[in-house]
Every structure is written in C-alpha cells, then in structure tokens.
T-cell receptor, first 116, second 114 residues
Framework: GAVVSQHPSWVICKSGTSVKIECRSL??????MFWYRQFPKQSLMLMAT?????????EQGVEKDKFLINHASLTLSTLTVTSAHPEDSSFYIC????????????FGPGTRLTVL | GQSLEQPSEVTAVEGAIVQINCTYQ??????LSWYQQHDGGAPTFLSY????GLEETGRFSSFLSRSDSYGYLLLQELQMKDSASYFC???????????????FGKGTKLSVIP
C-alpha cells in the first residue's frame, strides 16, 4: 500500500515550452500532496503544498505563475512548469501523506526534467 | 526558519555499524524522520520519532532527544545495498488534513565498502 506514481519519469524539452508532470496516489486518497525539487547532489527543497480542491501553498521564492499546481481529485495532482528554461532542469518529486501510516510522506519515483 | 545539520559523507565497512547524526533548529517540531535515497531514485521512508527514545525497525534504529534537538540513525550489519544518501527531516508545521510539511537536511552519503 501507499504507492505514489509520477508521469513522465523523464522529459526533455526545448526552452520556452511547458511541461506537465502528474502525481497519482494509486491505492489511497491523498488530501494533501507535496512537490519538491532536487538539484544534483543536493537535498529536497519543498516547492509547494497541494490541497485537494483548493489553491496550492507555495514556499518562499517559488513562483506560483511559473509552477502551476492543480489538485483536482484526491488521487491526482499536477505540476506544470511553464515557459521552461535550462535553469529549471531538475529532479521533481511529489509525495503524499497517509494518515493511517502515521502521516508519513510517501514519495513518487520522481521526474527528471531537462530543458535544452 | 529551519536548519538541519548532518555529516555530508560517511564510509563504513560491510557488516559494521554506522551512526548518522542530525541536529536541528526549527520554529516548530512535530517529529524527526529518516529517509533513504539511492542515486536517481526517490526517497523511501525509514523511520520516525515523535517522542524521545529509540525506535527499532530491523537493522535500522533511530533515536531522538527533543531537549538536545538531536537525533541519529543507526544502521547495523551493513550491506553493500545500504550505500545511499540518508536524509533526516523534521516536521516543522502542520499542513492540515492530517498532513505535515517536511524540511530535509542536506543528506549524508553513505558508502559501504567490502
């Protein structure tokens, strides 16, 4: 149980294009999902907290107009990187917490974005 | 704000025991978690302490002292597959609906050698 999937697992795009990343909880309902970004050999940095049916809460320094988050259902949250640039290249990871498992966060496999 | 300190690298021999320390300074605190991450993979949950003391899960144990703002992860009977990065993470705030935010340390890269 507590499986989180992400799609795609990797994507390469041209500068200026937009990329959508999906995060799904497969065997449970996730009221809250989290989006992280991780640069090589660095830690995970929380980008935003996504609550089903409401606007995401973004961390300081994260542009909400550039990183659009939609949490339309209890099993799906999407992150859209708009007008991507090379500096947006990173490993994007989502997670969901499971109340019955002590509120621990379970992570998706991540999406590696490369912007040319 | 939040800050967590843990060693950047640790090397240990297969079969040995290794301890990875974590000290933290946070505005709020609901618990300390440990995650393992292999290169190119996603973090996987290892252990969690909300109260002082030792939690044991198989070869892995985790300890917390809230008064000292300190915790550690203990790995016993090290195996080659334990080579990975290990992150401590605190829960500094409640996000609502039973969820808590996590703030991660910078990670400790563990190398297990034969």
């Amino acid at each position: 149980g507590a499986v989180v999937s992400q799609h795609p697992s990797w994507v390469i795009c041209k500068s200026g294009t937009s990329v959508k990343i999906e995060c799904r909880s497969l065997d449970f309902q996730a009221t809250t999902m989290f989006w992280y970004r991780q640069f090589p050999k660095q830690s995970l940095m929380l980008m935003a907290t996504s609550n089903e049916g409401s606007k995401a809460t973004y961390e300081q320094g994260v542009e909400k107009d550039k990183f659009l988050i939609n949490h339309a259902s209890l099993t799906l949250s999407t992150l859209t990187v708009t007008s991507a640039h090379p500096e947006d290249s990173s490993f994007y990871i989502c997670s969901a917490s499971v109340t019955v498992r002590g509120n621990e966060q379970f992570f998706g496999p991540g999406t590696r974005l490369t912007v040319l | 704000g939040q800050s967590l300190e843990q060693p950047s690298e640790v090397t240990a021999v297969e079969g040995a025991i290794v301890q990875i320390n974590c000290t933290y300074q946070t505005s709020g605190f609901y618990g300390l978690s440990w995650y393992q991450q292999h290169d190119g993979g996603a973090p996987t949950f290892l252990s969690y302490n909300a109260l002082d003391g030792l939690e044991e899960t198989g070869r892995f144990s985790s300890f917390l002292s809230r008064s000292d703002s300190y915790g550690y992860l203990l790995l016993q009977e090290l195996q080659m597959k334990d080579s990975a990065s290990y992150f401590c993470a605190v829960k500094p705030s409640y996000s609502g609906a039973g969820s808590y935010q996590l703030t991660f340390g910078k990670g400790t890269k563990l190398s297990v050698i034969p």
